[in-house]
Antibody
């Protein structure tokens, strides 16, 4: 069965960077893409960006352009999301989600369990 | 500020039917992009509930149904159960934004 397993919770100082991993299993890794979505405490879902597992091409929300990096390691079936220059407003649960990407309208069909990133003020 | 608007909360007694609306615009739902719905149980990750406006993934009970018309969509839960108490989000694509994959504002369903 499809599984996306993310790395554990992180506590970071303001100004630091964090790198979250998402390991996929149960299917052919390069046949799908991954989106990253975050959720601040008590808030809704916010789209950050996505990566093609095959080509490595990425696209980001303008809000995170230049501050977020998404990469993948096909040999490890793992994608990574790194966010730099952290502030307390980046405190959130970060999710990876699988995407078939045959069209822009495809759903995010499987999600990781989430990674809590805390940036104390 | 999400471009997909949902009511903050809906509630119903066990066995009742509740609906959640998702209001968009001509650059997302009205442009023909599909609507998907996600269920987020307390403390867990979102789970795909309805895709392509009205389709249920394997394992989702047929108590959940989706529809779309014009610039809006809706999710219906019939025969409401205690386990349905969760947050629900609609999601679509918007061709006018720099962050084109958009989520609704979210709706908390409470089972009375």
């Amino acid at each position: 069965q499809v599984q996306l397993v993310q790395s554990g919770a992180e506590v970071k100082k303001p100004g630091a960077s964090v790198k979250v991993s998402c390991k996929a299993s149960g299917y052919t890794f390069i046949n799908y893409a991954f989106h990253w979505v975050r959720q601040a405490p008590g808030q809704g879902l916010e789209w950050m960006g996505w990566i093609s597992a095959d080509s490595g091409n990425t696209e980001f929300s303008q809000k995170f352009q230049g501050r977020a990096t998404i990469t993948r390691d096909t040999s490890a079936s793992t994608v990574y999301m790194e966010l730099s220059s952290l502030t307390s407003e980046d405190t959130a649960v970060y999710y990876c989600a699988r995407w078939e990407y045959s069209s822009s309208s495809d759903p995010f069909d499987h999600w990781g369990q989430g990674t809590l990133v805390t940036v104390p003020s | 500020q999400s471009v997909l608007t949902q009511p903050p909360s809906v509630s119903g007694a066990p066995g009742q039917r509740v609906t959640i609306s998702c209001s968009g615009s001509s650059s997302n739902i009205g442009a023909g992009y599909d609507i998907h719905w996600y269920q987020q149980l307390p403390g867990t990750a979102p789970k795909l509930l309805i895709y392509g406006n009205s389709n249920r993934p394997s394992g989702v009970p047929d108590r959940f149904s989706g529809s779309k018309s014009g610039t809006s969509a809706s999710l219906a839960i019939t025969g409401l159960q205690a386990e349905d108490e969760a947050d629900y989000y609609c999601q679509s694509y918007d061709n006018s934004l720099s962050a084109p994959w958009v989520f609704g504002t979210g709706t908390k369903v409470t089972v009375l």
